[in-house]
């Protein structure tokens, strides 16, 4: 029988298999964000007067917001790589506390442990 030993990050808690696995994550949605902007770029009017032409105001915010967003999620997720090759993923920002396992496998480009996140809500 082969067994095989799978470590545990203590600073997460996550197993070696679920660190990668959220790893992979990450790399997904930061592909999927990349992909997402160059759509909306290329369906983005090219001056003021086609936009007036081609799309209502409201539309036009809504693309912008849509952009703002795709590069928001893409700057966390692509900061939640990086912190994984610095040893830093998995440790509050705020209260640097290893966060809860289960917060990272729900929201894995997380920055906050949950308690510290709602404090930040509660803020603004």
């Not at 808690?13 to 997402?36: K, P, V, Y």
């Not at 590069?71 to 610095?86: K, P, S």
């Amino acid at each position: 029988m082969n067994q095989q030993v799978v470590g545990v990050d203590t600073n997460t808690g996550l197993s070696a298999a679920e660190s990668a696995g959220l790893r992979e994550n990450l790399d997904e949605q930061r592909a999927f964000r990349l992909d997402q902007l160059a759509q909306l770029w290329r369906g983005a009017p090219a001056g003021a007067q086609r936009a007036r032409e081609q799309a209502t105001v409201s539309r036009l915010e809504v693309h912008i917001k849509l952009c703002a967003s795709a590069r928001m999620v893409l700057a966390d997720a692509q900061a939640a790589r990086e912190r994984t090759g610095q040893g830093t993923y998995g440790s509050c920002r705020q209260c640097r506390h290893p966060m809860e396992p289960a917060r990272l496998r729900i929201v894995p480009r997380a920055r906050y442990c949950g308690r510290c996140h709602h404090f930040r809500e509660a803020r603004s």
